[in-house]
């Protein structure tokens, strides 16, 4: 909106912020005989009289118009973005594409994972650094305990407890909770299970004889190097080809296959440099 000085004019018509004068009650106009000093610019000539344009207020000066961009439909395709899925990265696949996990979910979330602490803790950083709590349930504290210390900058985003003494952790969508379950062979039943914005992470070093009800019951299993009688077994649990049953006896340290109900992805966990540093090289035994 414009303000003016006006000065008393004998027309009828009147402009708002332009004065009273013989005008056409046009806003805007109100031009004639009776005018007074007009603050706008005259639209017809572009000429400025007295004391120049005054910006709008709240809105400032009026800036160039420019002919709209617009895109045919056929190539609208070609404005899409490479954005992956949302989650923290567990690793590449063969193809060197980064493997992400989306572990922050609205709905319960159990992981487990046959394999080794060090990708267990690996996966507990990379947690924490997607905004997650993560409480670990561990009978070998004092193996987390470094971890524990330098996670965070001195915020206590990963804590330890006792196996069996895990308190309720409050999760919400704005404070999502990841539990590791570290509790050797045969893990007791928790008391704190997934359920919205918690996930719940349990580690078997081993094929253990609580491992298939687990399997059964997980959304993801992850699978490390194992014997090839355990291989054999989990292959048979999990319904795996006779390729990829059979590798598993052959894996490499820090390589996981992955398995959904509905999808299978070997994947390798290569560690930052800082992970490096806090945790060492991948391995799969302790």
């Given at each position: 909106?414009?303000?003016?000085?006006?000065?008393?004019?004998?027309?009828?018509?009147?402009?708002?912020?332009?004065?009273?004068g013989p005008g056409t009650g046009v806003p805007g106009?109100?031009?004639?005989?009776?005018?007074?000093r007009h603050g706008a610019s005259d639209r017809g000539?572009?000429?400025?009289?007295?004391?120049?344009?005054?910006?709008?207020?709240?809105?400032?000066?009026?800036?160039?118009?420019?002919?709209?961009?617009?895109?045919?439909?056929?190539?609208?395709?070609?404005?899409?973005?490479?954005?992956?899925?949302?989650?923290?990265?567990?690793?590449?696949?063969?193809?060197?594409?980064?493997?992400?996990?989306?572990?922050?979910?609205?709905?319960?979330?159990?992981?487990?994972?046959?394999?080794?602490?060090?990708?267990?803790?690996?996966?507990?950083?990379?947690?924490?650094?997607?905004?997650?709590?993560?409480?670990?349930?561990?009978?070998?504290?004092?193996?987390?305990?470094?971890?524990?210390?330098?996670?965070?900058?001195?915020?206590?985003?990963?804590?330890?407890?006792?196996?069996?003494?895990?308190?309720?952790?409050?999760?919400?969508?704005?404070?999502?909770?990841?539990?590791?379950?570290?509790?050797?062979?045969?893990?007791?039943?928790?008391?704190?299970?997934?359920?919205?914005?918690?996930?719940?992470?349990?580690?078997?070093?081993?094929?253990?004889?609580?491992?298939?009800?687990?399997?059964?019951?997980?959304?993801?299993?992850?699978?490390?190097?194992?014997?090839?009688?355990?291989?054999?077994?989990?292959?048979?649990?999990?319904?795996?080809?006779?390729?990829?049953?059979?590798?598993?006896?052959?894996?490499?340290?820090?390589?996981?296959?992955?398995?959904?109900?509905?999808?299978?992805?070997?994947?390798?966990?290569?560690?930052?440099?800082?992970?490096?540093?806090?945790?060492?090289?991948?391995?799969?035994?302790?």
């Open positions: 909106m414009s303000f003016s000085s006006t000065s008393p004019g004998a027309g009828t018509g009147m402009g708002p912020g332009t004065g009273q106009s109100g031009s004639g005989a009776g005018g007074g000539t572009g000429r400025s009289s007295g004391r120049g344009v005054r910006p709008r207020f709240g809105f400032g000066l009026i800036g160039p118009r420019r002919d709209r961009h617009s895109v045919p439909l056929e190539q609208l395709g070609a404005l899409s973005l490479p954005v992956g899925d949302d989650g923290m990265v567990i690793g590449v696949d063969a193809e060197g594409r980064p493997a992400v996990l989306g572990i922050n979910r609205p709905t319960p979330y159990d992981v487990t994972l046959i394999g080794g602490l060090w990708t267990a803790q690996v996966m507990a950083l990379r947690a924490a650094a997607t905004g997650a709590r993560v409480a670990v349930e561990t009978g070998r504290a004092q193996a987390w305990t470094a971890l524990a210390q330098a996670a965070g900058g001195g915020q206590p985003c990963i804590t330890l407890h006792d196996v069996g003494r895990v308190p309720p952790q409050g999760a919400s969508a704005g404070s999502p909770v990841v539990v590791v379950r570290d509790c050797g062979m045969r893990p007791p039943r928790g008391r704190v299970v997934s359920g919205p914005w918690q996930s719940v992470v349990t580690l078997l070093p081993y094929l253990s004889p609580v491992a298939p009800r687990l399997l059964e019951k997980s959304s993801l299993v992850g699978v490390q190097r194992v014997s090839p009688d355990e291989a054999a077994q989990i292959g048979r649990i999990m319904g795996l080809p006779r390729a990829e049953s059979e590798a598993l006896s052959t894996l490499a340290d820090g390589v996981t296959l992955w398995c959904t109900p509905g999808d299978r992805q070997f994947v390798m966990t290569q560690a930052t440099d800082a992970e490096t540093g806090l945790l060492g090289s991948a391995r799969r035994m302790d």
